[in-house]
């Protein structure tokens, strides 16, 4: 199995920048998790997906809702995925969640592994 831990959370005012990190306990290439993602979910809303990252050729994806503001890395060295944020609007605000999947999609029900999520206020 593979667990997935987040940081890098916390408050940050309008037009400010937060960088959350997710490192895997093992390589989850070795399960066959080929796609890193990132999550949000706010409280009454579906989890909705914010960008995804191909660990192998390094491809991205983002919702359109953060295109041009945020920006996600991988390290594979170190099993670890980061997500930039910039330019924070208050509908940002959001539990954020890393995942793994065999496959990148915007559909959170393929994702195998999830970290325990990190909150992320921006006001």
């Known amino acids: 199995d593979v667990q997935l831990v987040e940081s890098g959370g916390g408050s940050v005012q309008v037009g400010g920048s937060l960088r959350l990190s997710c490192t895997a306990s093992r390589d989850t290439l070795d399960l066959g998790s080929k796609c890193m993602a990132w999550f949000r979910q706010d409280p009454g809303k579906e989890r909705e997906g914010v960008a995804t990252?191909?660990?192998?050729?390094?491809?991205?994806n983002y919702a359109d809702s953060v295109k041009g503001r945020f920006t996600i890395s991988r390290d594979n060295a170190n099993r670890m995925v980061r997500l930039q944020m910039n330019s924070l609007k208050p509908e940002d605000t959001a539990i954020y969640y890393c995942?793994?999947?065999?496959?990148?999609?915007?559909?959170?029900?393929?994702?195998?592994?999830w970290s325990q999520g990190t909150q992320v206020t921006v006001s």
């Open positions: 995942a793994a999947a065999s496959a990148c999609s915007w559909n959170s029900r393929q994702y195998n592994y």
């Open positions: 990252i191909d660990t192998r050729s390094g491809f991205t």
